[in-house]
């Protein structure tokens, strides 16, 4: 079955690093997607990652290595508005997108 | 920016009722997706559309119907709502960008008592 791991919760200080994984099995694979999910709110997308490497937009960079199956999410400078869950999806073969449960980031001051 | 409206944002209704979540894009995308999604858990795949006059079923899509008569517009419809209906749905669109991202609706809270 296709199957995409994140861990379920991480805690992290304001102004600090964080590094957020998923690890992915899936028929296929046609790029990595990442979401930030605030709570009670709608996914919005934050990156995009097909090819290996590092992916960098300001804060936020994304790295992938296809012959792992394995993609990170990097988040510099932490800011209290961080706290939200964030999704990893990968499109399959088919396109067909697998979602991951998300990792909810916890920043503290 | 994207625009996409799910209408309602919220409903409390009873068992047995017929409801109509709605949802409308102004992006001109071709492919739309319905989402369910419980808190703190990933989203489930209920329908998708990749154009007009084409709709296929996801992965909890028995107990709804969805029409896709107009581009802009991807209606979901529950016959007759059960208290397991409880959810928050999703309503999502992508175009022809580069990753074929999804834009979301800000979702439909659905209460059944």
């Known amino acids: 079955g296709q199957n995409i791991d994140q861990p379920t919760e991480m805690t992290a200080t304001e102004g600090a690093i964080v590094q957020i994984n998923c690890t992915y099995q899936?028929?296929?694979?046609?790029?990595l997607f990442w979401y930030q999910q605030h709570a009670g709110e709608a996914p919005t997308f934050l990156s995009y990652?097909?090819l290996d490497g590092l992916e960098e937009k300001g804060r936020f960079s994304s790295f992938l290595s296809r012959s792992k199956g394995y993609s990170y999410l990097l988040l510099k400078e932490l800011q209290m508005k961080d706290s939200a869950s964030y999704l990893c999806a990968v499109w399959d073969s088919n396109y067909q997108l697998i979602w991951g449960a998300g990792t909810k980031l916890i920043i503290k001051p | 920016e994207a625009d996409i409206y799910q209408t309602p944002r919220y409903l409390v209704i009873g068992t047995g009722k017929k409801i109509t979540l709605e949802c409308s894009q102004t992006m001109g995308h071709d492919k739309m997706y319905w989402y369910q999604q419980d808190p703190g858990m990933e989203l489930h795949l209920i329908h998708y559309s990749y154009g007009v006059n084409s709709t296929e079923k996801g992965d909890l899509s028995s107990e709804s119907t969805v029409s896709r008569i107009r581009t802009e517009h991807f209606p979901l419809t529950l016959e007759s709502a059960r208290p397991s209906h409880t959810s928050q749905y999703l309503c999502?669109?992508?175009?022809?960008?580069?990753?074929?991202?999804?834009?979301f609706g800000e979702g439909s809270r659905l209460t059944v008592l």
């Open positions: 990652n097909v």
């Open positions: 899936t028929s296929g694979f046609n790029g």
């Open positions: 999502a669109s992508s175009g022809q960008g580069e990753a074929g991202e999804l834009f």
